[in-house]
Nanobody, 115 residues
Framework: QVQLVESGGGLVQPGGSLRLSCAAS????????MGWYRQTPGKQRELVAV???????NYADSVKGRFTISRDNAKNTVYLQMNSLKPEDTSVYYC?????????WGKGTLVTVSS
């Protein structure tokens, strides 16, 4: 029933690290792009990072050099390694998967960066 399962969110101190995972159902076929977005109250959802089926990546300027996106096609899973976390990274992070047919959204996982 659940198409995308996110994990890895939580509370971390500034400067710390977290690794988010998003596993897509094996029923989801022909995945093109996989990515992570984040949204805080009162703000629009923004792209954090995306990775194509060919391995090309793109990052928001605010996370370049700190975050790394990767994927394991055999597991239908996308990861987001977040290092040197800052309080402004606090947000709900959503997994996104784009296929030949449609897009999918995860329910979101909360990341809180605070001392």
């Amino acid at each position: 029933q659940v198409q995308l399962v996110e994990s890895g969110g939580g509370l971390v101190q500034p400067g710390g690290s977290l690794r988010l995972s998003c596993a897509a159902s094996r029923n989801i076929l022909r995945i093109y792009d996989m990515g992570w977005y984040r949204q805080t109250p009162g703000k629009q959802r923004e792209l954090v990072a995306v990775i194509t089926s060919g391995g090309s990546t793109n990052y928001a300027d605010s996370v370049k050099g700190r975050f790394t996106i990767s994927r394991d096609n055999a597991k239908n899973t996308v990861y987001l390694q977040m290092n040197s976390l800052k309080p402004e990274d606090t947000s709900v992070y959503y997994c996104n998967v784009v296929t030949a047919v449609r897009g999918y959204w995860g329910k979101g996982t909360l990341v809180t960066v605070s001392s």
